[in-house]
């Protein structure tokens, strides 16, 4: 497993903004496909959006599309997810997930590497 370390979480209002990370080294970054996970109260964790290694080819849930951009920063060894007109339904622990698979994956079997999460907090 590798080490991941999300950050960036917080309380906002609907309709705000907020941008989390997630801290890997170079390689993982490089050759892994990355992920975003989320997970509510009393909810099954859920896939919100990944990234390939090969292409940057993204992949979003319905719920996400539009609002929600995956990304990495090379220069900061990040995964970066960037979350604009956030709903109280957002509300979750986010994960940062790392997968050795070349393809593009939303099932969390795939992914071999977890981050600690970081809460998300959409008040209405």
């Known amino acids: 497993q590798e080490q991941l370390v999300e950050s960036g979480g917080g309380l906002v209002q609907a309709g705000g903004s907020l941008r989390l990370s997630c801290a890997a080294s170079r390689r993982i970054l490089s050759v892994y496909t990355m992920a975003w996970f989320r997970q509510a109260p009393r909810r099954e964790r859920e896939f919100v959006a990944a990234?390939?290694?090969?292409?940057?080819?993204?992949l979003y849930a319905d719920s996400v599309k539009g609002r929600f951009t995956i990304s990495r920063d090379y220069a900061e060894n990040t995964l970066i997810l960037q979350m604009n007109s956030l709903k109280p339904e957002d509300t979750a622990v986010y994960y940062c997930?790392?997968?050795?698979?070349?393809?593009?994956?939303?099932?969390?079997?795939?992914?071999?590497?977890w981050g600690q999460g970081t809460q998300v907090t959409v008040s209405s």
């Open positions: 990234i390939s290694w090969i292409g940057g080819n993204t």
């Open positions: 997930a790392a997968s050795p698979r070349v393809k593009v994956s939303t099932a969390e079997e795939d992914f071999n590497s």
